[in-house]
């Protein structure tokens, strides 16, 4: 029941924007298409410790498991990233050939493209090779690229680091003569990157793809270094302040300075750039914060941001537990292992928005300014005429308003028709957890499968080349059209 009043919310709103007391117009340019985003760009990434079985002897990535091919197809994963810590964890076992089989046809049932991490740190370039073979002889069409280790910061002398890495690259070419590689899977260090590009980036080096790591708002404890030894004299941040950084404008700064990092390093090369490890606070994430329903508006605004500046892709890290050395409960997850499947959490609600309307070629978009309230809006171009508009609506708190919103087209609407799905919570809070947030009227279930509905916009709301909606605090909206 609470799922079709949410359907009938969502309808009033979109012909009620005249009762919203807060307003904005975002403009869209529509003429002007800008770069195609990679059908691969929506991701996820795991510990390498994740493919071996489980206490029950059990894996699990397995092409038998439904709940989680569901998922994958519900959320619009292209691409699945296996590496972390873990990769590089000398105490850690390396995944044996059948995890890695399993594996591989996991991701091809999925249908999803592979980033295989080998080990550097005590690696042993034979051992890569095993690797490769195997993958060579019958997952060539599932793997994108490899990466060899994890934040590799370990090398203090960067010459050891780019002799260990090309020695381990040169034995997988020797089995896989294709093979192609991405690097170096850190986490910001623009001189490092501008050195792997220079060194790597030629068609003899192999690499295609910078991969950076990045967890902006930086750890989820005020002192990490006790966790090395004993979790529980973790003292985590506060929940509530750390929401509202998520949410915040000032969260851009942070995104621009490691874009333009990467940028110019990859700057007249054909070398493309992806955050291939990502998520919110490192060290698992923040209990009331990572794994609340602000997670889904920062997540959806943060894939937008990074694919319109020009990012190939992003891979969220999540899993049931992450870890080396540490390993704690993952309250990052985009989802977490239940009893009938998998328990959705609220941050995957925003990779599924974005895989609603991020498809396509960017378009240029501009925003008002409102007092008092906190949007953000991105758009695309699907094809020549149909255009995905999302809103987020980021203001919250007690006082927050309802927005009423004006979309100004630089082409005609073809017709006065079109459609729009939302993202809420309950309350319209942005600290409720899973089961309190929907996605078109719905959650998604634990089997992976989701049947959210998109709402039919009235004619009343549209102009000749605009189109007016209302849009709750907290919450998120994707409207397509079709343009003349």
């Not at 975002?26 to 990679?38: D, F, L, R």
């Not at 410790?49 to 994958?72: E, H, K, M, T, W």
């Not at 509530?240 to 110019?264: C, D, F, H, N, V």
């Not at 989701?450 to 907290?474: C, I, V």
Request: aromatic residues 10%; glycine residues 10%; contains cysteine.
């Amino acid at each position: 029941m609470l799922g079709v009043g949410l359907t009938l919310l969502a309808a009033s709103l979109v012909s009620g924007a005249e009762t919203a007391s807060a307003s904005t117009v975002v403009t869209v340019a529509a003429g002007q298409p800008g770069a195609a985003i990679s059908p691969d760009a929506l991701g996820l990434s795991f510990e390498t410790s994740i493919l071996g079985p489980n206490a029950d002897g059990v894996r699990y990535f397995r092409p038998d498991n439904q709940p989680l091919l569901n998922l994958f197809a519900t959320l619009g994963i292209k691409s699945l990233r296996i590496g972390g810590n873990s990769v590089d964890d000398p105490k850690g076992p390396l995944p044996r050939e059948d995890d890695v089989r399993s594996f591989f046809e996991f991701a091809r049932a999925a249908r999803v493209k592979v980033i295989y991490s080998v080990r550097l740190q005590e690696g042993e370039p034979q051992s890569a090779a095993r690797y490769a073979r195997l993958i060579h002889d019958h997952y060539a069409d599932v793997l994108d690229c490899f990466a060899i280790g994890n934040e590799p910061n370990y090398y203090q002398d960067y010459a050891v680091y780019l002799s260990k890495w090309k020695a381990i690259r040169d034995a997988v070419v020797a089995v896989y003569p294709e093979a192609k590689f991405c690097g170096p899977d850190q986490n910001p260090e623009p001189e490092l990157i501008k050195k792997i590009v220079h060194d790597l980036g030629d068609p003899s080096g192999r690499l295609v793809q910078i991969t950076q790591h990045n967890y902006p708002f930086g750890c989820s404890y005020e002192n990490p270094g006790a966790g090395m030894k004993d979790v529980t004299a973790l003292i985590p941040f506060d929940a509530a302040e750390s929401r509202e950084k998520m949410l915040s404008p000032a969260a851009y700064k942070i995104y621009e300075e490691i874009q333009r990092g990467m940028t110019e390093a990859v700057a007249g090369t054909p070398i493309t750039f992806r955050l291939a490890e990502t998520n919110s606070y490192w060290f698992s994430g923040l209990k009331g914060a990572s794994d609340s329903y602000a997670s889904a508006l920062w997540a959806l605004d943060y894939l937008h941001w990074w694919v319109a500046h020009g990012a190939a892709g992003l891979n969220f890290h999540t899993g049931d537990r992450t870890g080396g050395s540490v390993n704690l409960p993952c309250r990052y997850a985009a989802f977490a292992t239940s009893a009938n499947g998998y328990e959705v959490r609220p941050l995957s609600y925003g990779l599924k928005l974005f895989s609603l309307g991020g498809s396509g070629r960017s378009l240029p978009v501009s925003v008002s300014e409102t007092a008092g309230q906190n949007v953000a809006a991105y758009a695309t171009l699907e094809g020549d005429r149909v255009a995905a508009v999302t809103l987020i609506n980021k203001t919250t708190g007690s006082e927050a308003q309802a927005l009423r919103a004006r979309i100004s087209f630089d082409r005609a609407l073809a017709r006065r028709r079109g459609e729009a799905i939302f993202l809420t919570a309950k309350n319209h809070d942005v600290s409720v957890a899973s089961g309190d947030v929907f996605l078109g009227g719905v959650a998604i279930g634990e089997d992976g499968r989701w049947q959210g509905e998109w709402t039919k916009l009235p004619r009343s709301a549209f102009g000749e080349n605009t189109l007016e909606l209302a849009l709750p605090p907290a919450s998120a909206v994707v409207v397509k059209v079709n343009l003349r």
